[in-house]
Every structure is written in structure tokens, then in C-alpha cells.
T-cell receptor
Framework: AAGVIQSPRHLIKEKRETATLKCYPIPRHDTVYWYQQGPGQDPQFLISFYEKMQSDKGSIPDRFSAQQFSDYHSELNMSSLELGDSALYFC???????????????FGPGTRLTVL | ELKVEQNPLFLSMQEGKNYTIYCNYSTTSDRLYWYRQDPGKSLESLFVLLSNGAVKQEGRLMASLDTKARLSTLHITAAVHDLSATYFCAVDTGTASKLTFGTGTRLQVTL
């Protein structure tokens, strides 16, 4: 079965650089979520989109922005990178409002971002 | 603000033994999820619990949900080394809403 695809899988950047992470949800899934997981920590919700509109926002820095495109893929744009942004970034997808009574989220393999 | 706590945070157990991981959450919800994560890997969905009294079993793992007590348990029966991983519970409070994860329980099964 098709899974969530994330690219790149690994990314190394210098401080103050920018990065773009991409996420391709499971086919027919219309809701995408972004989570950040620091070393030894639990995943923290950043932002989500349903039908190309932002549906919820968590502890996402102002330096980060995201969007969902017409084909439902999503991109997380990160600017002015800081050392503390080094983490695993997961994208998850699910069937959203009106199509499912619950919210089982399926996670991609993650992008490991290292900021030097 | 929803808080989700797990205990223990770290569990070292011998093969063949039984143990339980506990997940407490602070607000009303009848949707709880358990995930497994191997080091540096993705989150694998284990169980989806959708109502009070729900119980699900898969192999040596069994999960249950008590929404009145705001408590879920993940019971491990006759542990084997392959179960070594970090286990997270997660709660959502609305349709298509974010997941709030517990602190995670790192399970190490020794021979």
C-alpha cells in the first residue's frame, strides 16, 4: 500500500540558511500534518492543512511557513535556520472532516534536518 | 491545554516477562492512539481506540481505553527482544485535529 512520502530524507544546512521540506500524502488523503521531534523528545505538532486550507496551528516559529497545494502535497519552508531547528520533521496524512469519524494519522519516514 | 503523560519513561524488562505502560491524559477524549518508534525511524501505528472500554490486541501487545479515568494501558505479554522500541500514546480531541503525544516509554527487552 502507498505510504506518505517525504523528501529529502536528510538535509544539512548552515545557520541562517533556508530549507524546504516536501510531503506527499497517501492517495485520497486530504489532510496533512507537520510535526517536529527533537532528540529524545515526543513529536510536537507544528501545523496542519485540510483541503488546502490551514486547519490548525501549533508551536510553529514565525520563521516557518507551510502550504498545501492543489495535488494535496505540502511543503514546509524554514528560514533563518537556527541550531535548535535540528530535528526530525514528520509529515502525516489522514482522511479529514466528513470522511472519517476518527483521525488515524499515518506518518512518513521523516526528514532529518541538521543545522550546523 | 491537553497534557498526556506516560509512565514509566524507561522500562527494562527480561524476555518472557509481562508489563504494562500507562498513559494518562488531562481532558475529555474518546480517541486514543498507540504508536511504536524505532530509533531514528518513523512512527508506526499500533492501535486505534475509539470508545470507552475499547480493547485491542495484536500479538503480544494489548491496548485498552478507559475514558472516564482518562487512562489507556498498553500491556506486553511474554516480551521478546523484537519489541524493544519507544512507545507513544497520542490523543486527539476533534475530527481532523492534531495529535498530542505522550512523553514516550522507551522499552528495552533483555535476554
Amino acid at each position: 500500500a502507498a505510504g506518505v512520502i517525504q523528501s529529502p530524507r536528510h538535509l544539512i544546512k548552515e545557520k541562517r540558511e533556508t530549507a524546504t521540506l516536501k510531503c506527499y500524502p497517501i492517495p485520497r488523503h486530504d489532510t496533512v500534518y507537520w510535526y517536529q521531534q527533537g532528540p529524545g523528545q515526543d513529536p510536537q505538532f507544528l501545523i496542519s492543512f485540510y483541503e488546502k486550507m490551514q486547519s490548525d496551528k501549533g508551536s510553529i516559529p514565525d520563521r516557518f511557513s507551510a502550504q498545501q497545494f492543489s495535488d494535496y502535497h505540502s511543503e514546509l519552508n524554514m528560514s533563518s535556520l537556527e541550531l535548535g531547528d535540528s530535528a526530525l520533521y514528520f509529515c502525516a496524512s489522514s482522511l479529514g472532516l466528513g470522511l472519517s469519524s476518527y483521525n488515524e494519522q499515518f506518518f512518513g519516514p521523516g526528514t532529518r534536518l541538521t543545522v550546523l | 491545554e491537553l497534557k498526556v503523560e506516560q509512565n514509566p519513561l524507561f522500562l527494562s524488562m527480561q524476555e518472557g516477562k509481562n508489563y504494562t505502560i500507562y498513559c494518562n491524559y488531562s481532558t475529555t477524549s474518546d480517541r486514543l492512539y498507540w504508536y511504536r518508534q524505532d530509533p531514528g525511524k518513523s512512527l508506526e501505528s499500533l492501535f486505534v481506540l475509539l470508545s470507552n472500554g475499547a480493547v485491542k490486541q495484536e500479538g503480544r501487545l494489548m491496548a485498552s481505553l478507559d475514558t472516564k479515568a482518562r487512562l489507556s494501558t498498553l500491556h506486553i505479554t511474554a516480551a521478546v527482544h523484537d519489541l524493544s522500541a519507544t512507545y507513544f500514546c497520542a490523543v486527539d480531541t476533534g475530527t481532523a485535529s492534531k495529535l498530542t503525544f505522550g512523553t514516550g516509554t522507551r522499552l528495552q527487552v533483555t535476554l
